[in-house]
């Protein structure tokens, strides 16, 4: 890959490009066939939660000068597989009041906001500007922490196709707070009150 090209892609990373989470997505024939051989249980819907935060978050803590971005992908479809199987494991044994809580803690999207207001704002105008079935399905994964199987009951449909709907309104939310991205760049600077404009 050229300097030029690698770039580029960086940059597509950081600013939600669809065709760059599509060459990411391609690296689930990898990720998945791993995460069987270490005996996770639901690989598949791992790799596609794995990819949906990546999109979501748009690759916030990805450093290219600490390591290839397919073993950093692989790394990030570990830990949300051992992060899944633990709170599975919890769950057996703690009280149901002590439920929301894990909930909570465990999301994937809170760990991710590190109290960036900018980018916080940006995602809740853009998660406005979406459907109310776009928002629900968001809601449920990134809000409650709910899994495919889990939303699938609650919604009254299949995890398939709670995965396909979750990938459509990830997407579309991305692409919606790019569209916001570009408006506040090209927003003009305000000056401050008071100052000479001679």
């Known amino acids: ?13 950081h ?25 996770f249980e639901d690989a598949e819907d791992t790799w596609h939660d794995c990819w949906l935060n990546l999109l979501y978050t748009r690759c916030a803590d990805y450093d290219p000068r600490k390591g290839t971005l397919p073993k950093w992908v692989m ?17 057996k044994t703690v009280s149901i009041e002590e439920t929301g809580e894990l909930s ?32 629900i399905v968001i809601s449920l994964k990134f ?5 495919s199987p889990a939303m699938a009951e609650r919604l009254g449909t299949t995890s398939v196709a709670v995965r396909k709907r979750l990938s ?3 997407r579309r939310l991305s692409v919606e707070i790019g569209r916001l991205n570009k408006d506040e760049l090209r927003r003009p600077t305000k000056e401050p009150a008071g100052a000479d404009s001679s």
């Open 104 to 135: 909570n803690e465990d999301s994937l999207i809170g760990e991710n906001k590190g109290g960036n207001q900018e980018k916080l704002a940006l995602l809740e105008q853009g998660k406005a500007a979406l459907s109310e079935r776009d928002r």
């Open 75 to 91: 790394n990030k479809a570990i830990l949300l597989a051992r992060t899944r199987r633990r709170k599975k494991l919890r769950s």
């Open 143 to 147: 809000d409650e922490g709910l899994e």
């Open 1 to 13: 890959m050229s300097e030029a090209t690698t770039k580029g892609f960086y940059k597509g990373l």
């Open 168 to 170: 459509r309104a990830v």
């Open 15 to 39: 600013t939600g490009n669809l065709q760059t989470y599509e060459l990411i997505w391609q690296e689930g024939s990898r990720v998945i066939p791993a995460l069987k051989r270490m005996k």
